[in-house]
């Protein structure tokens, strides 16, 4: 089948031929209908993580359940899936206690990285090993995952469209309704303004957040945030960031939400806190990046740092759910779609996602 491999950040990213083992016990193909290009994709391709290679890229996806492997229960072939890049085990500490996204071995896939959960990888070109990226490689025309992580939608729900759930939307409405529990009434802020941190607003609205404030460098960005649910918008090109927000809100938000991961939005998303306030790290940083904050006045006005791991989303139970609100129409995906395009724009896709041009492209294979 045709895939996007990378190899090496300074290496073009291209489509080329790979072989797909068929799925093994527990696990299924799925036809990938599309895959969203996300700043996941980018850390790689940047070679600020660098998980082990030839990989192919990609790990938001969704498409149509094509075979089973050996005792796979709950899928048939024609179900409609989204992915899921954390595949919940079902058996360890985490999951028992329906903390899905804390799963000791889909962090496990995560951190070492390029096969799925046995520890093999399904993919190969010429008789070498190809590796998954968080065990999904969705920028292909089929992948092989866990069936734990292909999660049944209803099947009257675009299938193009909803690939968003797997990661950017699942991971910023998640991080409002279940890492942070953001209450009604609630002052919000939210730094960056892409597939993810409008995710995010949306969430807030959903949670009838009372202040939602959008942070972005580009006027497009946050002209679309006040239309998903935005009270406020600041151009932080022409400002500096914080400062504008205690000009708006002079006592501070409840909760601030780094959508962005870079260690100045960290940092300004830690100062933006009132009493009480709950920082929210939802972006993610290269490997091995430090923040600093100053204990003494987060201990003083009681706040808190919360790390974000995929929204901690329950992926059978929310994902699903996500489906349903956007049928629904109260949270809105098709603004999140910046274009639709082949396969072989993938490289320059990842270009555009770089240039902050693009919210969200989906790849159609
Ligand atoms: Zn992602
Ligand atoms: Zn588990």
Redesign the pocket.
């Known amino acids: 089948m045709r895939a996007v491999v990378f190899t090496a950040p300074d290496a073009p990213v291209a489509v080329t031929d790979v072989e797909l083992a068929p799925p093994g016990p527990g696990e299924v193909r799925v036809k990938i209908a599309a895959a969203g290009v996300c700043h996941s994709d980018l850390h790689v391709r940047r070679g600020e993580w660098q998980p082990p290679v030839p990989l192919v890229m990609g790990h938001e996806g969704s498409g149509i359940v094509a075979a089973l492997g050996p005792g796979v229960r709950g899928l048939a072939e024609g179900d409609h899936v989204v992915l899921s890049w954390v595949a ?9 206690a329906g903390r ?1 996204a ?5 962090a496990t896939v995560v951190a070492t990285g390029g096969t799925l959960p046995d520890g093999t990888s399904r993919l190969s070109r010429d008789g070498e090993t190809v590796y998954h990226y968080l065990g999904v490689s969705s920028f292909a025309e089929e992948a092989v995952v866990p069936a734990s992580g292909a999660i049944k939608v209803r099947d009257d729900a675009p299938l193009d469209v909803i690939a968003l759930v797997g990661c950017a939307v699942a991971t910023g409405v998640g991080a409002v309704t279940n890492t942070a529990a953001v209450e009604s009434g609630a002052q919000v802020a939210v730094i960056g303004c892409g597939g993810v941190g409008l995710s995010v607003i949306q969430g807030a609205r959903l949670a009838g957040a009372e202040r939602i404030v959008a942070l972005d460098l580009r006027s497009e960005k946050l002209a679309l945030a006040a239309r998903l649910g935005a009270t406020d918008v600041i151009d932080v090109s022409a400002a500096d960031a914080a400062q504008a927000l205690r000009d708006l809100i002079p006592d501070g938000v409840d909760y601030a939400f780094d959508a962005i991961g870079r260690i100045s939005t960290t940092e300004q998303a830690i100062s933006m806190l009132g009493l009480g306030g709950a920082a929210v790290l939802v972006g993610l940083p290269p490997t091995g990046a430090r923040a600093s904050f100053e204990p003494l006045v987060l201990a003083e006005a009681d706040q808190r740092i919360l790390g974000s791991n995929y929204g901690s989303v329950r992926p059978a139970i929310d994902i699903p759910a996500l489906v349903d609100r956007y049928m629904d129409g109260q949270l809105s995906l098709d603004e999140l779609v910046s274009s639709r395009r082949p396969l072989e724009t993938a490289s320059a896709s990842l270009d555009d996602l770089e240039a902050g041009l693009a919210l969200r492209t989906l790849l159609i294979p």
Do not use: K, N, T
């Open positions: 919940p085990c079902g058996q360890c500490r985490y999951c028992r899905e804390r799963c000791q071995v889909a």
